[in-house]
């Protein structure tokens, strides 16, 4: 019996809409692609990966040049198919990894081994995925995790919303924001690295934003091959450094 062209392997109603996975095969670039969906709209797809993995590799290589090197504790902000957390535990200069995530699904989604990289994190002793609202714990004084409030740690990668000027939900514009932003950088230690992924071109007025905060800011502009155009596509990167030496 011929497998179905579009299959949905998990749903759950959240406060946000209807999420979903699922997996289809893709006549154009003749692979199976997972995807994950938001009501109507595309979250994550298997299909274009490449700048959520690149943005790992960017923040691990920006603490490397401000001369820390290894032992690397990390935050991913947003679990996704889970890519970016992937490219991460492949640095083995990564000591630990805490991926958090507030869709509740998307964690049973990979310990259930439903998305291709869940055998990845799942396998590695390094990993732990958490369960909660990164926007929140960055606000809260309570820390980015609820056992450890006075954790800090030496990057956090996010790729949540779709751009800063984008959100998911409203309560996260304010992350976008110097207070925000000043919010953030208190879960980092001196010479920490924040980086964040954004669907949008690079934009001036959030690099201010960064700038007022945190030193060598700047934003990767990362293209990647798209089998529905004829040119590449492209996503941003933006970088920051908590200031201060590495201890």
Not at 27 to 45: G, K, W
Not at 147 to 172: G, K, N, T, Y
Request: proline fraction near 7%.
């Amino acid at each position: 019996m011929a497998r179905p062209k579009i299959e949905e392997l998990g749903w759950c109603p959240t406060p946000m809409g209807e999420i979903s996975l699922r997996r289809r095969w893709d006549p154009v670039a003749e692979t199976d692609v997972h995807e994950i969906r938001l009501d109507d709209e595309f979250l994550m797809s298997s299909l274009f990966t490449a700048a959520e993995e690149e943005m790992a590799r960017l923040a691990l290589a920006e603490l490397r040049s401000g001369g820390a090197d290894g032992g690397f504790d990390v935050v991913v902000g947003g679990l996704g198919l889970g890519y970016t957390a992937a490219t991460v535990l492949d640095d083995p200069g990564v000591r630990s990894l805490t991926v958090v995530e507030a869709l509740e699904a998307v964690v049973d989604w990979h310990e259930r081994g439903l998305v291709p990289a869940a055998g990845n994190l799942s396998a590695d002793p390094r990993c732990r995925l958490e369960h909660g609202d990164f926007f929140a714990a960055v606000a809260s004084p309570g820390g980015l995790l609820s056992d450890e409030p006075d954790r800090v740690f030496d990057a956090v990668v996010l790729d949540i919303d779709h751009s800063p000027r984008h959100v998911l939900a409203p309560a996260h514009a304010a992350f976008y924001t110097v207070e925000g932003t000043r919010r953030l950088a208190e879960h980092l230690r001196p010479g920490g690295v924040f980086a964040l992924w954004s669907d949008d071109p690079p934009d001036e007025a959030y690099l201010e934003v960064l700038g007022a905060v945190l030193d060598r800011v700047r934003a990767e502009v990362v293209d990647f091959s798209n089998p529905y155009r004829d040119q590449p596509s492209a996503n941003t990167v933006y970088l920051g450094t908590r200031p201060g030496r590495p201890v």
